[in-house]
């Protein structure tokens, strides 16, 4: 699997190296990109996988969180004071929030990290489900095409199955095929 991208969007450049270097101990530690509050407008959603907020100038913060309103996005918000985090919370629903108290990075790392497995595990998902429904309608496809042609001798694997004087065929109980003739 690619290696995560942690984009940083900070104005102290403190907060930037405190959260990479704690994170740096971390056995799966993603890659991370810095940004400055001012600068995160017309944001590549493929460039990162989340996005953790924090030390950004309070005019700008509610433009920088708009910004960052991208589907399948999460965004994590580390906030100083208790008043601003509800703040941003009441603004923006579906920010994770993180009030700064002792212990602050511990907690962004282990939430940070939760999040982007979840977004991992999502990705596997969507992707077995379109492998499932490729192989639904190659599926159909095959059943159509042995409904086309009921003369056609069956697979050799489907013989081996159902040995019976039936159409081996794993239509819907609708097919009319008949079963193949036999041959001498």
Same mark, same amino acid.
């Given at each position: 699997?690619?290696?995560?991208?942690?984009?940083?969007?900070?104005?102290?450049?403190?907060?930037? /190296?405190?959260?990479?270097?704690?994170?740096?101990?971390?056995?799966?530690?993603?890659?991370?990109?810095?940004?400055?509050?001012?600068?995160?407008?017309?944001?590549?959603?493929?460039?990162?996988?989340?996005?953790?907020?924090?030390?950004?100038?309070?005019?700008?913060?509610?433009?920088?969180?708009?910004?960052?309103?991208?589907?399948?996005?999460?965004?994590?918000?580390?906030?100083?004071?208790?008043?601003?985090?509800?703040?941003?919370?009441?603004?923006?629903?579906?920010?994770?929030?993180?009030?700064?108290?002792?212990?602050?990075?511990?907690?962004?790392?282990?939430?940070?990290?939760?999040?982007? /497995?979840?977004?991992?595990?999502?990705?596997?998902?969507?992707?077995?489900?379109?492998?499932?429904?490729?192989?639904?309608?190659?599926?159909?496809?095959?059943?159509?095409?042995?409904?086309?042609?009921?003369?056609?001798?069956?697979?050799?694997?489907?013989?081996?199955?159902?040995?019976?004087?039936?159409?081996?065929?794993?239509?819907?109980?609708?097919?009319?095929?008949?079963?193949?003739?036999?041959?001498?």
């Amino acid at each position: 699997m690619d290696q995560a991208t942690a984009l940083i969007i900070s104005d102290d450049p403190d907060f930037s /190296r405190l959260v990479m270097d704690r994170w740096q101990g971390e056995r799966n530690a993603p890659a991370f990109t810095l940004m400055s509050g001012d600068l995160c407008h017309d944001l590549d959603a493929d460039a990162f996988d989340m996005a953790i907020v924090g030390a950004v100038n309070p005019g700008i913060l509610p433009s920088v969180l708009r910004a960052l309103d991208l589907p399948g996005k999460p965004v994590l918000l580390a906030c100083k004071t208790k008043p601003s985090a509800q703040e941003a919370r009441h603004a923006h629903p579906g920010v994770r929030i993180l009030q700064q108290h002792p212990g602050w990075l511990d907690t962004l790392v282990l939430v940070s990290a939760e999040v982007l /497995r979840l977004g991992q595990a999502m990705a596997r998902a969507d992707g077995a489900e379109q492998a499932g429904k490729s192989l639904e309608r190659q599926a159909a496809l095959g059943r159509y095409s042995c409904c086309l042609n009921p003369d056609r001798s069956p697979p050799r694997r489907a013989r081996k199955l159902k040995p019976s004087a039936t159409w081996p065929c794993a239509c819907t109980k609708s097919c009319n095929a008949s079963p193949p003739s036999k041959r001498n």
